[in-house]
């Protein structure tokens, strides 16, 4: 095969290849910073060739468009997760948000949800004619082998990530040739209150833990004060800066993982230029699809397996939300909950939602008697394992809802303990007594 002709033959400017996008497809949109964003704004620029295009994406970070008003006779956002310049679409009634586990979300593409068009970005072809998918394998690799077309964006700033991350380019139908910038998510400026909640959570991690991060400040927080730790690994569906500081400084070293030892099993990355330098063609990062990373079996089989995520709310029972504020959908579901089970599987596993106990200037509870009318449960109370705030950590799994409440109500902040112990007297019929 001549891969030079092959790579030739596939070439189209972007304006030609919004072109093959017909009105009622379904077009779903590489994961996070791996999104065509060239690619994408072209067929917004081309809106009036469609109707009723289908836009599925999980977080979005490019311009989205397609979100605004004017833009809703032909297109309609199908959401897996909402972002800023989403959220409002489906809030005002001309989007969806379709709430799904991360891991399953390709088997979605494979079924129910078949994929007209997959927009991607690829890193220039090898020699042999594999291109890397660079910041995001996720749902993205499963999305192109499902799609009936895959139109990529091949962007020489998009670095070669290594695993099994690449697509060949004879499965690849329309190549665009255009660089830009991959979008950075600035590091997080991380509060004194956000700093305590980092340390409460280090001390739930032990030397050679495995960890998964989700997205934010406390995340980073976490990685602030494991400096002193060794040879921790990393199974987890995106890292960010913070996991590169710790590499350096020789603290995650993967030496100890009882799955994928030596490596850190990655499904996507977001963070500054100095994390897309980092794992450039660098084989500690193996990149590999949402369906194998967060699969819980897969993530159970790392033993010591630790998850950090976030919430919005907290009710006393310990049900989690982390994706609505009452009725409104803020983000989505990620892969919170398959981490959670995952590491219910895992021999010395720990899931910690963390948060800090107030929102909005001090102003409310994120620990609360009842979540708000409208919102979802994302983590259950069976599933829910720690939950850690800045004032400390409670223990809930195997906990008694009356053992639950207290220790919730002991970790939520000074100022609205007084109500939760109303609601704790009223519910369990004795006084609260530390
Ligand atoms: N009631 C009302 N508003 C609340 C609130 C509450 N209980 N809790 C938070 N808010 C507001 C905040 O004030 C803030 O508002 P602003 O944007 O106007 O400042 C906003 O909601 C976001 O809160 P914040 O605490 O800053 O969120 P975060 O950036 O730390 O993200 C999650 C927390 C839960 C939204 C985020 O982790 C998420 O989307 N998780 C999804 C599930 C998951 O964990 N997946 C795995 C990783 S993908």
Redesign the pocket.
């Known amino acids: 095969m001549d891969i030079n002709k092959l790579y030739k033959s596939k070439l189209k400017t972007a304006e030609e290849a919004v072109n093959y996008i017909k009105s009622n497809d379904r077009v779903v949109i590489a994961h996070a910073v791996g999104e065509p964003i060239y690619i994408v704004d072209k067929m917004v620029e081309n809106y009036k060739a469609y109707k009723n295009v289908e836009i599925v994406q999980l977080?979005p970070m490019g311009h989205s468009l397609y979100a605004k008003e004017e833009m809703k006779e032909h297109f309609k956002l199908n959401a897996f997760?909402l972002g800023g310049n989403t959220r409002d679409a489906v809030y005002e009634g001309r989007g969806d948000f379709t709430p799904c586990f991360?891991y399953q979300i390709p088997t979605l593409f494979r079924s129910s949800l078949p994929v007209d068009v997959a927009l991607v970005t690829v890193s220039p072809p090898d020699k042999d004619g594999f291109c890397s998918l660079g910041t995001s394998c996720d749902y993205t690799k499963p999305t192109a082998q499902a799609a009936k077309l895959t139109i990529a964006q091949v962007n020489k700033k998009m670095p070669r990530t290594l695993g099994d991350n690449f697509l060949h380019i004879s499965d690849i139908d329309i190549l665009v040739e255009h660089d830009e910038q991959i979008p950075e998510l600035p590091n997080p400026k991380i509060t004194d209150v956000e700093m305590k909640i980092g340390e409460n959570c280090a001390k739930l991690i032990n030397d050679g833990d495995t960890l998964q991060l989700?997205?934010?400040?406390?995340p980073d927080a976490v990685l602030k004060f494991l400096t002193n730790k060794k040879d921790l690994g990393i199974h987890s569906?995106?890292i960010s800066d913070g996991v590169v500081d710790l590499y350096e400084k020789g603290v995650i070293t993967c030496k100890k993982k009882t799955l994928h030892k030596n490596k850190m099993v990655v499904a996507f990355l977001m963070g500054t230029q100095k994390l897309y330098d980092f794992v450039h063609d660098n084989p500690i990062i193996n990149m590999m699809d949402i369906e194998y990373v967060n699969n819980p079996i897969v993530i159970g089989q790392n033993d010591n397996m630790i998850s950090i995520?976030?919430?919005?709310?907290v009710d006393l029972m310990g049900q989690v939300c982390?994706?609505a504020?009452g009725l409104k959908q803020?983000?989505?579901?990620?892969?919170?909950v398959d981490?959670v089970r995952g590491s219910a599987f895992s021999k010395g596993g720990k899931s910690i939602i963390a948060?800090?106990a107030t929102?909005?200037n001090g102003t409310?509870s994120?620990i609360?008697p009842f979540l708000?009318k409208g919102s979802a449960v994302?983590t259950s109370r069976t599933d829910v394992d720690y939950i850690v705030t800045e004032y400390g950590i409670a223990h809930l799994k195997g906990e008694t809802l009356r053992t639950r409440a207290k220790n919730l109500i002991n970790i939520a902040a000074p100022q609205f303990r007084e109500e939760l112990i109303i609601e704790y007297e009223n519910r369990f019929k004795e006084k609260f007594n530390n």
């Open positions: 977080v997760f991360f989700g997205i934010g400040a406390i569906e995106m995520n976030s919430a919005l709310e982390a994706e504020i803020f983000s989505g579901i990620g892969g919170q981490f948060f800090p929102a909005r409310i994120k609360v708000q994302t």
